[in-house]
């Protein structure tokens, strides 16, 4: 390894890059820094979770939060370009733009590099495990690892090794397919339904802002539509 290299884990805190963390501490391959962005609309679970993992690897996780809100993007950072300029927040985010993804997790890990390391050849580490086939196509800058896929471990393998060391995000992952942000449109509605029934103030939170910005949630849904399906189903189950 060479002198002017820094090893950087990039972590969410979900199962795989707790998994590939873990597992790079057990090989003693280098690290130097793990960076969680906090995006400010994590589960109090997770939180909870990234100190768990810190205590256990008696290794400190630096955390990065924007200076703007995930809410006030949402409603009212004003855009200085393009067609939509002057137009007040980015609304809800889809597939086509997910300007959180950049503004609260790339965006943030660059500036964190630029600022503090800038004299060295950063390596990043990243948990995308071998069976997310088209994340890890779309995914080959020369400078990112993805130890999961040359280990071969698919989610399933890192969420059972999480469990078998005692992580289980206090049954996140038993309602979530994906512990994402809890405002995230891209949930099934599997998922969703169980936001609506278990975190009631999220979703709540989420229609407050549905009424403040020019999108609804979804493209098929906005939250008072999920919300009269989901009083429906569930009275329906009882």
């Not at 590939?20 to 130097?32: A, C, P, R, S, V």
């Not at 007040?88 to 965006?107: A, I, V």
């Amino acid at each position: 390894m060479g002198a002017f290299k820094k090893y950087i884990v990039s972590f969410s805190g979900g199962k795989d890059s707790t998994a590939m963390l873990l597992m790079m501490l057990e090989k003693g391959l280098q690290i130097d820094d793990i960076v969680f962005m906090d995006t400010g609309v994590e589960f109090p679970e997770m939180y909870e979770h990234i100190e768990k993992v810190e205590k256990y690897i008696n290794h400190k996780v630096t955390r990065l939060r924007a200076k703007k809100s995930f809410e006030y993007m949402l409603l009212e950072y004003e855009k200085k370009k393009g067609k939509n300029k002057g137009q007040k927040g980015y609304s809800f985010p889809d597939f086509r733009n997910r300007w959180c993804t950049q503004y609260f997790k790339k965006s943030m890990i660059k500036r964190y590099i630029k600022e503090n390391y800038k004299d060295f050849e950063i390596i990043e580490y990243h948990g995308i495990a071998v069976d997310e086939v088209k994340r890890l196509e779309k995914n080959k800058e020369k400078n990112i690892k993805y130890p999961l896929a040359d280990w071969n471990m698919t989610e399933k393998d890192c969420l059972e090794y999480c469990y078998a060391k005692g992580f289980n995000w206090n049954g996140l992952y038993e309602k979530f397919n994906r512990v994402s942000c809890w405002c995230c449109p891209l949930k099934s509605l599997k998922e969703l339904k169980v936001l609506y029934r278990e975190y009631p103030e999220y979703f709540k939170k989420m229609e407050e802002w549905e009424e403040k910005t020019y999108r609804k949630f979804r493209t098929d849904y906005s939250i008072k539509e999920l919300r009269a399906r989901f009083t429906r189903e569930i009275g329906g189950e009882e």
